[in-house]
């Protein structure tokens, strides 16, 4: 079965320090990944998306950057964080097992820009 | 821009209950997704209805589309307790899901 895992649980970090969250997937070969962003009471934002290694689209210009280095590894960084960087980051991935644009969600990373 | 919007933002009813969520997008889609979050949670995939397809049933939830009124609602029937969660539409196009805000339901025991 797939599995999708993501790191740390909660972060808290202060304004101008670097970050770098990380996702990984089990149990699928070439997924599609994605990197959401859902600002308190809010629906999700779409950041970042890599249909394959080295492939990655930006949706949202910002000072956030996302890396795929392996098939079923997906980093979100920035050199400096903004406060406006607050939020709960959800990685995804997508495959063709069941439906097109199916997509499961990790636990995600409560980040707090202080 | 958000594509779907949930309508309402909220809703508390009794254990027992139906629940009714509405969604409204603006452009054509492929298929339309409902997911659920629990406080503080990834999400979780509910129901996928594709664009050719008008209403699909899974245990308690249906799940209608309008293609011509570019809406769909999802019905929750027999609430329990633990239905207590958001829940978001999320239009599919291409490699992307484009989600709403989301209808926070609370169902009361």
């Known amino acids: 079965s797939q599995t999708i895992h993501q790191w740390p649980a909660t972060l808290v970090q202060p304004v101008g320090s670097p970050l770098s969250l990380e996702c990984t997937v089990e149990?699928?070969?070439?997924?599609?990944l994605y990197w959401y962003r859902q600002a308190a009471g809010r629906g999700l934002q779409l950041l970042f998306y890599?249909?394959?290694?080295?492939?990655i689209s930006s949706e949202v210009p910002q000072n956030l950057s996302a890396s795929r280095p392996q098939d079923r590894q997906f980093i979100l960084s920035s050199k400096k964080l903004l406060l406006s960087d607050s939020g709960f980051y959800l990685c995804a991935w997508e495959g063709q097992l069941r439906s097109y644009n199916e997509q499961f969600f990790g636990p995600g990373t409560r980040l707090t820009v202080l | 821009s958000q594509q779907g919007e949930e309508d309402p933002q909220a809703l508390s009813i009794q254990e027992g209950e139906n629940a009714t969520m509405n969604c409204s997008y603006k452009t054509s889609i492929n298929n339309l997704q409902w997911y659920r979050q629990n406080s503080g949670r990834g999400l979780v995939h509910l129901i996928l209805?594709?664009?050719?397809?008008r209403e699909k049933h899974s245990g308690r939830l249906r799940v209608t589309l309008d293609t011509s009124k570019k809406s769909s609602s999802l019905l929750i029937t027999a609430s329990r307790a633990a239905d207590t969660a958001s829940y978001f539409c999320?239009?599919?196009?291409?490699?992307?899901?484009?989600f709403g805000k989301g209808t926070l339901l609370t169902v009361n025991p």
């Open positions: 149990g699928t070969s070439n997924p599609n």
């Open positions: 209805i594709r664009s050719n397809e």
């Open positions: 890599s249909v394959g290694i080295g492939q």
């Open positions: 999320a239009t599919g196009s291409n490699y992307k899901l484009t």
